[in-house]
T-cell receptor, first 119, second 115 residues
Framework: KAGVTQTPRYLIKTRGQQVTLSCSPISGHRSVSWYQQTPGQGLQFLFEYFSETQRNKGNFPGRFSGRQFSNSRSEMNVSTLELGDSALYLCASSLEGLAGDRSSYNEQFFGPGTRLTVL | AQSVAQPEDQVNVAEGNPLTVKCTYS??????LFWYVQYPNRGLQFLLKYITGDNLVKGSYGFEAEFNKSQTSFHLKKPSALVSDSALYFCAVRDLTGGGNKLTFGTGTQLKVEL
């Protein structure tokens, strides 16, 4: 099976612009999560989508948003970019079942990430 | 809230020696624990997980981890380190608050294996 793919791999934007990042999960995976990785804050959870619904959200401002399509592909959008948004954005997918179903607590598989630089 | 701690920013070990990367957890309820590795300019690669069952979990690339409930630890181990094991290692816990599939990561431990 092909792994998780993310596009683009690198992106340079200026303050105030907006950006859209894309993630294609492993075939058959319905759960897609997004994480931000920075040297100062480490790995932080942004949000998770499952069957086109946002199932969980981290502590990020409303400028960060996402969505999931019927084929499980996901996009995240950051509006009004700030310098502090410079980071590696990682997408992960998992073969996930219903929330609370412990038997389906599977590992997440990560994509290579999108390196966003805000100037 | 669920959390994990990695007390060492960096671990140095000689090739051929055993390695241990430490992780302790704080959770309410049953812990669901994971180890990931990250090579430079790459995403995270899954190594192993503890959901339930045996306290010794075997994973990829010869790594294993020991779940210790009394010490709330989930240390990553390998009997004989390789230079190619040099990378950034993350311990993570599945955070069940709010439902869904959210991982809370430790701060990471840089492993350096030297000849």
């Amino acid at each position: 099976k092909a792994g998780v793919t993310q596009t683009p791999r690198y992106l340079i934007k200026t303050r105030g612009q907006q950006v859209t990042l894309s993630c294609s999960p492993i075939s058959g995976h319905r759960s897609v999560s997004w994480y931000q990785q920075t040297p100062g804050q480490g790995l932080q959870f942004l949000f998770e989508y499952f069957s086109e619904t946002q199932r969980n959200k981290g502590n990020f401002p409303g400028r960060f948003s996402g969505r999931q399509f019927s084929n499980s592909r996901s996009e995240m959008n950051v509006s009004t970019l700030e310098l502090g948004d410079s980071a590696l954005y990682l997408c992960a997918s998992s073969l996930e079942g219903l929330a609370g179903d412990r038997s389906s607590y599977n590992e997440q598989f990560f994509g290579p990430g999108t390196r966003l630089t805000v100037l | 809230a669920q959390s994990v701690a990695q007390p060492e920013d960096q671990v140095n070990v000689a090739e051929g020696n055993p390695l241990t990367v430490k992780c302790t957890y704080s959770v309410s309820g049953n812990p669901y624990l994971f180890w990931y590795v990250q090579y430079p300019n790459r995403g995270l690669q899954f190594l192993l997980k503890y959901i339930t069952g045996d306290n010794l979990v075997k994973g990829s690339y010869g790594f294993e981890a020991e779940f210790n409930k009394s010490q709330t630890s989930f240390h990553l181990k390998k009997p004989s380190a390789l230079v190619s094991d040099s990378a950034l290692y993350f311990c993570a816990v599945r955070d069940l608050t709010g439902g869904g599939n959210k991982l809370t990561f430790g701060t990471g431990t840089q492993l350096k294996v030297e000849l």
